[in-house]
């Protein structure tokens, strides 16, 4: 029942019919990624789970729930990491996550420290994110993401900017997400490098040229 | 999870304490719309002829369009940042009541931007010789008439937020709302300046401010969520 669900999705974007009918569900344990072409609509797609973006058709539903019932229920079991980081140039690392996680649960400085070296930047705690490198900016934000401690994730790219061990940091986060019960749906062109069995993954499937359907790639 | 989650004054003191830190780092930024109403003010007295009457008569005027110029300046610094770098969308879905955390960025950006006006306008407005008699209605109003324009030009700053160009769309969009509180918060001044009794245009300001504060949470919320749709 730990499951999130999208059923028959539409979306316009100006004249764009970008989302066509787009149905999809994640269950616990389980990561999806979510494949196409650049301009099919994966963002938007991810946006939309979010609840970012209103729908014109089409519900997304979280435990048997409209997302809309309780939208702030909803999005105190997720966690999004978009094209944006979500981090503040001026503020230190360690100051981001603080604020940030603070907003949705308590965390202590150690907790912080713990998650930025798992995210391989132990070193970015005391340094204004603005003086960070592109990679490291996508860490300290998977930390972020970490620290949230949601159930569900939903990843936008999340391998942008990083370097070989950062996506292979990224697959081992997911796993183990995953493997403790957590759901991810992760938009990337890259494969994942999960383990086999432990990720599914759809296609964004141009229908006319403009809009998207999703596919379910068998194995 | 949910038994960790946290209420939402903490998060919205949480908010707040992020915002003076990152304007205390860019003080810069954050004094410029005071500087701005300073150097409009002072302005005024050199480039006339210092006759005391004269300056009387056109000290409202001065102090008036000079605090509506510098929060339609400061305005710039309320949402733009945190929706360039996709602060703006996480705290959309960061499980609190959308419309409070606006409030409380707008608190504190009046805090940053409108109370430091009140602060220096009693010094403008003697600059400007108005008696010393005159300073509680000015004060008064300066402050009630802040308030109102920080929630109106929070409004007007969400709705432009994806806009590239916004600075001039979103003085269309302001200006028209905040003719209200110039018209009575000059009067209230000029009011105080003669020796009268300024009550009236202050009890309109007032109205206007609660009024404000009581609508503009829910608009700013629908209008920040069409801009980071």
Redesign the interface.
């Known amino acids: 029942m730990n499951e999130i669900a999208a059923d028959g999705l539409h979306l316009w974007r100006g004249e764009a019919h970008v989302l066509q009918g787009v149905t999809l569900s994640v269950s616990a344990g389980e990561c999806l990624q979510v494949t196409g072409a650049n301009g099919s609509g994966k963002t938007t797609l991810l ?1 939309a789970l ?5 729908l014109e058709a089409g519900h997304v539903s979280w435990r048997g729930t409209d997302i809309r019932v309780d939208p ?2 909803f ?4 966690a ?1 990491l ?10 230190t690392s360690a ?1 981001n996550l603080h ?2 996680v ?5 965390i202590g400085r150690h907790e912080i420290a713990t998650a930025l070296e798992r995210c391989g930047v132990p070193a970015a705690r005391g340094i204004p994110v603005r003086r960070l490198s592109a990679g490291q900016r996508r860490r300290v934000a998977l930390a972020r993401v970490l620290l949230t ?3 569900l994730w939903l990843l936008d790219e999340p391998g942008s900017n990083l370097d070989a061990a950062g996506h292979a940091l990224l697959a081992e986060l997911i796993a183990a997400h995953a493997g403790a019960g957590g759901l991810a749906l992760v938009a990337t062109h890259q494969a994942l490098g999960l383990p086999a069995g432990a990720q599914r993954s759809v296609t964004l499937q141009a229908l006319t040229g403009q809009g998207t359907a999703a596919r379910e790639d068998r194995p | ?2 038994a ?3 209420g939402f004054l903490s ?1 919205a003191a ?2 707040a ?2 915002d003076l ?2 304007a205390l ?2 003080a810069g930024d954050t004094l410029l719309p005071l500087g701005f109403f300073l150097v409009i003010t002072t302005l005024f007295p050199l480039s006339l002829d210092p006759s005391l009457s004269l300056l009387r008569d056109i000290a409202p005027a001065a102090l008036w369009v000079g605090a509506l110029l510098s929060s339609l300046l400061a305005l710039d610094l309320l949402f733009r ?1 945190d929706g ?4 703006l ?9 959308f419309a409070g955390l606006l409030l409380a960025k707008t608190v504190v950006h009046w805090c940053l931007t409108g109370l430091p006006l009140v602060l220096v306008a009693p010094l403008a407005a003697s600059a400007l010789g108005a008696p010393n008699a005159a300073m509680p209605g000015i004060l008064a109003g300066v402050l009630l008439g802040t308030i109102a324009l920080s929630l109106i030009g929070a409004v007007g700053a969400g709705l432009t937020l994806t806009l590239r160009r916004n600075g001039s769309l979103l003085a269309l969009l302001v200006l028209p709302l905040a003719v209200p509180v110039l018209i009575f918060g000059a009067r209230a001044t000029a009011l105080s300046i003669a020796g009268a009794s300024p009550a009236a245009p202050l009890y309109l300001l007032a109205a206007f401010a609660v009024f404000a504060a009581t609508l503009a949470p829910w608009a700013l919320a629908a209008a920040v969520r069409i801009g ?2």
């Open positions: 946006r979010c609840g970012l973006v209103p702030e229920a999005h105190g079991e997720l999004y978009g094209h944006d980081n979500g981090l503040k140039g001026d503020l100051e604020y940030a603070g907003m949705r649960r308590r401690g949601a159930a | 999870m949910s960790a989650r946290i998060a949480l908010l304490a992020r830190r990152l780092r860019r940042d360039q770098d996709g602060t969308e996480q705290l959309a879905l960061c499980a609190q009541p980071i749709e």
